[in-house]
């Protein structure tokens, strides 16, 4: 079993449609990241949260440190939000690792 | 203030041949972190440094990989005798402390012929 699994795995969604990534864990973390990664290109950072809901512009961030569990919605969602959507953790320990999700890949078609 | 910034973006290099990529952290960041992608695959870690110190190796192939981040100029991955299987894309993030958020770079992508 993945230390961080994500689902789902692909997602196709309708423009406009509110769409939920979910990302599971089983490690002890110290913070999350939600990361983007559009189809051969560089990666990006969206939210870094340790507890409760972060909001910027369409996306939504939260997180239940008690359950392992967090969640990345994007609302009106649109074509450009099309790409590879990854949760990484932040594992306690003294050295700072980071573990990566497999990745959902979310196409949004006009 | 640029952000991370990697070179080369793509590198091609025969089998057997050394690739060294580079990675230049954002201004005032002194935490390097290098991960892997191999094709229709996550994102590995691979070594954690600080300036002059390699804090955490622990996803580092043991042969033929080293990295360094000297005192001055960026950090280097350097793969030597590559194979076809080190064909990935090579990501470099950097952060100013322990725990602060992460700033990636736009990657290198190898390719052995």
């Known amino acids: 079993k993945n230390e961080v699994e994500q689902s789902p795995q692909n997602l196709t969604a309708q423009e406009g449609e509110f769409i939920t990534i979910n990302c599971s864990y089983s490690v002890g973390i110290s913070a999350l990241h939600w990361l983007q990664q559009h189809p051969g290109g560089g990666i990006v950072s969206l939210f870094m949260l340790s507890s409760g809901k972060k909001k910027h512009g369409r996306l939504i961030a939260t997180i239940n440190i008690q359950e392992k569990h967090s969640s990345l919605h994007i609302t009106a969602s649109h074509p450009r939000d099309s790409a590879v959507y990854i949760c990484a953790v932040r594992v306690e320990t003294s050295y700072d690792k980071v573990i990566f999700g497999p990745g959902t890949s979310l196409s949004v078609i006009p | 203030n640029a952000g991370v910034m990697q070179n080369p973006r793509h590198l091609v290099r025969r089998r057997g041949q050394e690739a060294r990529l580079r990675c230049s952290p954002m201004k005032g960041h002194s935490h390097v972190y290098w991960y892997r992608q191999l094709p229709e695959e996550g994102l590995k870690f691979m070594v954690y440094l600080q300036k002059e110190n390699i804090i955490d190796e622990s996803g580092m192939p043991k042969e033929r990989f080293s990295a360094e981040f000297p005192k001055e100029g960026p950090s280097i991955l350097r793969i030597q005798q590559v194979v076809r299987g080190d064909s990935a894309a090579y990501f470099c993030?950097?952060?100013?402390?322990?725990?602060?958020?992460?700033?990636f770079g736009n990657g290198t992508r190898l390719t052995v012929t």
């Open positions: 993030a950097s952060s100013p402390y322990k725990g602060s958020p992460l700033h």
